[in-house]
């Protein structure tokens, strides 16, 4: 609330800051036939050092405003459209001036124009694509290209890395329209310094959509980093290393050698400090945050995190460009992994009058190691044709070995049973994928177009696992019992399909299409189980094992219909009408099904509104029909259905979406209401002595309701400030039906929450970012007792740099969470605190000395709830505890213009 109430108090201050400043309107229009320049470019610039102040887009009119301009300084206002000069004034605006300039018309360029002075454009928009100079966004030295972005009109960077602009969040980042190790943005915007960018383009990502079917309100964007012509040849990195208390450590280093149409980099690190992978923490996070080994509390999803884990990686990225048709991307990567993870466990099992309550301990080592190897080739001959070919193969192991030891005992103080188990077990997997897409446009027709996608994946698996159970049942001694048992499971799993689409415009208005695809997929799954009879593992148990086979063929027609109201407006409707062929194989049956369905779907689009409905097909998995029971200990056993119905969903969304660029104002809202017929839902049996047995059975479900609403809100910049912040509201409603014991109850759940952040700069010096959230959810099971369940957690993160005195930099990150709810025994609430000092040496700051403490007052913990059937379970796991860490780190960057 304290947050809350805080940027309420900033949003006044510079709300009442903004009445005293100045505004300037006009209309663009052509300067011989007189028309509207809709989309012009309008923008104001600082004419001291030329960076941005502000910029719009002028209306389907021509008019544009500009709102809110500093007064008492000097501006340039420039105004540029492509194919025509641009417009330049000067001003120098007093408070309350509104300047109305009236007609401003645009002349358009000659052929044979002579340039006798060229006035650098901060903003241009080519077609649907916004381009950024980044000349006119002022950075400090060695900042690297997360500064520039945050600098960007309509661009936000949340704590996380994640990029948004104008709201949407971005997808993909390329470097000079290649790919730069994949789609994690972060590996590019951590480590690639600002000073080498010219230009930051953005646009839809419609690389897979060229016909825009994916909604105006969905569509993601891309950021193309263009780097500076004059840069032909250039190398440049970082690489840094560091030692601290409690043995930890990091090392790693990023190396990059751009040449013309080349490009070469490669990447690697090595930690203990829970540095998961690439994707998830950037290369160059020395200061030793975002390392607690998984969020602290419950946040609306289970959260496996948690541990120790010391992690080894590195690979390549090569791009390679054959003129402006042809470009090739290769990569690869390996990965190593070693984790350690120690949990505690509390369950709360509840059965009419009895509660079973288990308190168990665990332990689970993991060694994994990956090898990922991927290629891209992208080829256009022309405008109207695009090819490409992504094909992908990896390689896992893992070896792995745990233990556990669990408790439980009754409401009545009575002693249940008691387990002890413990396994080893190896695991190989081996996949490849590849996908092709093809597009052509008519030449003739501009909405005409044929596309053929494929797509295919063979996955083979194999593992080996040796399991000890031993259960000892105090309130039926007769059913204590002892398994040691080794499983071996080998198990090939292919799909893939071939699609084809075909749109024609009958009129201006009016495309019709048909897609027509056909889907196979295999799966293949053999458990052979062994028991330990004469001191070796020599005893098959055939009811214990399985040989299931699946194939599932699936034919596809869909016509369809695209009929636009008007440019803002259009209605797409298709009925698909899908086939299926499955035939399952057990080890002692077979079962042979065929099914025809009719799946409409229909989508309205008006004005950043989007309403849409479909009807989706969910089949059974095979291993939910095979007719045996499985023991896979003393206390749990589940049982096949080969009666298990497909199920169909029926779901409505809602979508809004609309961004002012005068205010940067963003507003957005989704939601959506679905339901279920025959969805597969489990049946359950316990016993008072904690023996379960389960098995999958059909019902109808009933509707669930999902919505979320958010604002973001950029401010010009004032003087030496500048603030942004955004707020999102959730909540869903959704009933599960719990079939417990021969009786049927549902499980009603109202879940909401609320995050605020706020971000706040002054100069570059200082850069504070504050978020706070709430979560909360009730539960109520319409069993004999009606009893509900509230699942409520609150978080604070702040996150402090200031950069002072000069080649000093102070950083501190808290990170509270707060649950009320977790059972005796577990920690509520857990503060967690983070400070690094730094200092920057060596030509143009690119040397950095860092001593960083995590956990500073050493109160981390991963304690989190959540809820299931009957049951609510809280579990803490070992995370990283307080340490202090010395990094050094280098930044290289060699530039050629020969």
């Known amino acids: 609330m304290k947050t809350i109430f805080l940027s309420l108090i900033l949003l006044c201050l510079f709300s009442g800051a903004f009445a005293q400043k100045a505004t300037i309107k006009g209309k663009v229009t052509d300067s011989l036939n007189k028309q509207a320049l809709e989309l012009s470019t309008v923008a104001v610039v600082d ?36 194919g025509y000069q641009n417009y330049i004034h000067n001003f ?86 290649k790919q730069f190790f994949g789609s994690d943005p972060k590996i590019a915007t951590k480590n690639l310094d600002a000073a080498i960018v010219a230009q930051v383009q953005v646009y839809d990502d419609r690389e897979n959509d060229p016909d825009h079917l994916v ?16 840069i032909k040849k250039s190398v440049f990195g970082k690489v840094f290393g560091g030692v601290g208390s409690r ?124 090898h990922t190897i991927s290629g891209l080739v992208e080829w256009k001959p022309d405008t109207i044709r695009n090819l490409r070919y992504n094909p992908s193969l990896s390689y896992n192991s893992n070896n792995s070995s745990s233990s556990s030891l669990g408790n439980t005992s009754n409401n009545f103080d009575m ?136 194939d599932l063929w699936t034919e596809n ?36 099904q065929n099914y025809f369905f009719l799946l409409p779907t229909i989508r309205i689009e008006a004005y950043g509104i989007f309403l849409s409905y479909e009807r989706r097909v969910n089949q059974p998995g095979v291993s939910n029909l095979q007719p045996i029971t499985i023991v896979y200990s003393p206390l749990y056993s589940y049982t096949g259905n080969p009666n298990l119905r497909p199920g169909i969903s029926n779901t409505y969304y809602f979508n809004f979406f609309k961004y002012f660029n005068n205010s940067q104002l963003g507003i957005y809202s989704y939601g959506n209401i679905s339901s279920q017929k025959n969805m597969a839902v489990s049946q359950q049996t316990i016993r008072s002595d904690g023996v379960q047995n389960s098995t999958t059975v059909n019902r109808d479900g009933r509707p669930s309701y999902n919505f979320s609403v958010g604002i973001s809100k950029g401010f010009k910049k004032i003087k030496d400030w500048q603030l942004g912040t955004s707020a999102n509201f959730y909540g869903n409603y959704y009933q599960n039906l719990n079939l417990l014991n021969n009786v049927e109850g549902w499980q009603n759940t109202v879940a909401y ?55 000093i930099i102070w950083e501190t990150r808290q990170d509270f969470n707060y649950n009320s709810q977790v059972a005796a025994g577990f920690k509520k609430g857990v503060n967690v605190v983070s400070s690094s000092l730094a200092l920057q040496m060596l030509k143009k700051d690119r040397g950095e000395l860092k001593l960083s403490v995590y956990d500073l007052f050493n109160q981390n913990v991963s304690v989190y709830r959540y809820i299931n059937t009957n049951s609510v379970n809280d579990v803490q796991n070992n995370t990283l505890k307080r340490y202090f860490l010395v990094t050094y780190s280098v930044k290289f960057n060699k530039l050629s213009t020969k």
């Open 215 to 230: 909604s105006e309100t969905q569509v993601q964007k891309i950021i193309n980093i263009k780097l500076k012509k004059a």
């Open 415 to 550: 002693p249940v049973n008691k387990s002890v188990s413990g396994s080893v077990g190896d695991w190989h997997s081996t996949q490849f994928n590849q996908s092709f897409y093809f597009h052509k446009r008519s030449k003739n027709k501009s909405k005409e177009s044929f596309t053929i996608s494929h797509n295919l994946s063979i996955n083979p698996n194999h593992n080996n696992n040796f399991t000890n159970n031993d259960v000892v049942n105090y309130q039926r001694p007769e059913l204590s019992d002892s398994l040691h048992r080794l499983s071996t499971r080998t198990s090939n799993n292919a799909s893939g399909n071939l699609d084809f689409s075909y749109r024609y415009p009958l009129t201006k208005k009016l495309i019709v299409d048909v897609i027509t695809s056909g889907i196979y997929n295999k799966t293949s799954d053999q458990v052979f189980t062994f028991d330990r009879k004469t001191g070796g593992f020599d005893s098959l148990l055939t009811n214990q094992s399985s040989d299931l086979k699946r």
């Open 557 to 592: 027609i869909k016509p369809g219909i695209t009929y636009q109201l008007n440019k803002n407006a259009q209605i797409i409707a298709g009925l698909n009408t899908q086939w299926q062929q499955i035939n399952n194989n057990f080890a002692t049956s077979r079962l042979v």
């Open 753 to 807: 929450g609320l995050r605020e952040n706020i971000n706040v700069n002054w100069k570059d010096v200082i850069d504070l970012n504050t978020a706070v959230g709430f979560n909360q959810s009730n539960s109520k099971y319409q069993y004999d007792d009606f009893r509900s369940i509230r699942v409520a957690t609150y978080n604070i993160s702040n996150s402090l740099v200031v950069r002072f005195p000069k080649k």
């Open 247 to 370: 043995d930890r450590y990091e090392a790693g280093g990023l190396f990059n050698m751009f040449r013309d149409t080349l490009q070469v980099s490669l990447i690697g690190l090595s930690n203990n400090l829970n540095h998961t992978a690439f994707s998830r923490d950037e290369l160059n996070a020395e200061g030793g945050f975002d390392r607690s080994g998984g969020n602290t509390s419950f946040n609306g999803g289970r959260n496996w995190g948690g541990g120790i884990e010391k992690i080894t990686s590195g690979g390549f990225n090569l791009n390679q460009n054959y003129g402006e048709k042809l470009k090739l991307n290769l990569q690869y990567f390996y990965t190593q992994r070693n984790n350690k993870i120690e949990s505690a466990n509390f369950q709360q099992q509840f059965l009419k009058d009895t509660t079973l309550l288990t308190r168990a301990s665990s332990s689970r080592y993991a060694n994994n190691h990956t």
């Open 47 to 82: 004419l001291k050092d030329t960076s941005l102040i502000a910029y719009t887009l002028s209306k389907k009119n021509g008019d544009f405003e500009l709102q809110r301009l500093p007064v008492d300084k000097r501006v340039r206002l420039v105004i540029s459209y492509a």
């Open 92 to 177: 120098n605006f007093k408070k309350g001036d509104i300047v109305d300039l009236g007609n401003v018309t645009l002349s358009s360029k000659m052929l044979k124009e002579v340039v006798v002075r060229a006035e650098r454009v901060p903003v241009k928009v080519k077609k649907d694509t916004i381009e950024f100079d980044a000349a006119a966004f002022k950075t400090r030295p060695n900042a690297a290209v997360e500064e520039l972005l945050k600098k960007l009109p309509g661009v936000q960077i949340d704590g996380d890395g994640t990029i948004t602009v104008n709201g949407k969040q971005v997808s993909k980042l390329l470097i000079d329209g």
